[in-house]
Nanobody, 127 residues
Framework: QVQLVESGGGLVQAGGSLRLSCVSSDRTFSSYAMGWFRQAPRKEREFVAAISWRGRSTYYADSVEGRSTVSRDNAKNTVYLQLDSLNPEDTAVYYC????????????????????WGQGTQVTVSS
């Protein structure tokens, strides 16, 4: 069973930045696209960003486009999400997820398209 562990969340003031990390236990991590999602209280889990297996393609939700960057280091089995210009609407639990199909180049913004999930890391943005 693949385990994903997120870190880097916390409390930040509006306008600040955070860098989230997610480490995978999968030895074949480099073969799989990764995604970031978030879930705010009383809301459904929503897509934030995704990155292809080699990291050459990235995708973003409109809500974070231009102020977030997804990246990966396959040598460290780690995917990152840099969040800048944070605002209170970004407050949520952020989850990373790993696809179950290797060598994937397309974007997959649905939670149903990911096989493994982390436990999440809380991001709270104060106004």
């Amino acid at each position: 069973q693949v385990q994903l562990v997120e870190s880097g969340g916390g409390l930040v003031q509006a306008g600040g930045s955070l860098r989230l990390s997610c480490v995978s236990s999968d030895r074949t991590f480099s073969s799989y696209a990764m995604g970031w999602f978030r879930q705010a209280p009383r809301k459904e889990r929503e897509f934030v960003a995704a990155i292809s297996w080699r990291g050459r393609s990235t995708y973003y939700a409109d809500s974070v486009e231009g102020r977030s960057t997804v990246s990966r280091d396959n040598a460290k089995n780690t995917v990152y999400l840099q969040l800048d210009s944070l605002n209170p609407e970004d407050t949520a639990v952020y989850y990373c997820a790993q696809r179950g199909t290797p060598y994937d180049l397309e974007n997959h913004p649905s939670t149903l398209e990911y096989k493994y999930w982390g436990q999440g890391t809380q991001v709270t943005v104060s106004s």
